[in-house]
């Protein structure tokens, strides 16, 4: 993660050039257009901007470097599983605002959604970078507990 510390770690915008849900629902559209391949390392956004592929981290830390750029705040850099199932993590964003806090996914979705809009075995956060602090999430599953004690 050395290369998108940086990022991170990084201040708001001036609020000039505040970031809306109609231009952050542009970024995700023309994010989720660039083809996904996996890359073991981290890209940082010049990085994304310049390859013609990215992956769910390098999409997630150019959108969270642009939002940040817009000024926004509250925004946090989630790495989880996008289906309780997964075997490997996914990387998106949580940005909380006054209407409520909004998912970003720009692998999968085109659009904001709601946290907790979509089906409850999705978005499971494992690790969550606010800035500089880092978070471990918990989250308890019934059907997750169940599932795996019957593999």
């Known amino acids: 993660m050395t290369p ?18 109609a231009a952050i629902n542009q970024c995700l559209t023309h994010l989720r257009a660039i083809p996904y391949q996996y890359s073991p390392q981290w890209k940082t956004p010049q990085q994304v901007n310049s390859d013609p592929v990215a992956d769910c ?15 926004a705040t509250h925004v946090r850099f989630v790495i989880g599983k996008h289906h309780v199932a997964d075997q490997r993590t996914h990387a998106w964003l949580e940005w909380d605002t006054t209407s409520g806090t909004y998912l970003l996914d720009p692998t999968f979705n085109t659009t904001i959604e709601r946290v907790g809009d979509y089906d409850s075995d999705m978005y499971l956060p494992q690790y969550a970078y606010n800035g500089a602090n880092k978070y471990r999430a918990t989250y308890y599953r019934p059907s997750y507990a169940s599932m795996v004690a019957s593999n």
């Open 4 to 21: 998108i510390s940086r990022v991170l770690n990084s201040s708001a915008g001036t609020a000039a050039c505040r970031a809306s849900l």
């Open 57 to 71: 981290k390098g999409k997630a830390i150019l959108l969270y470097a642009i939002m940040r750029a817009k000024g």
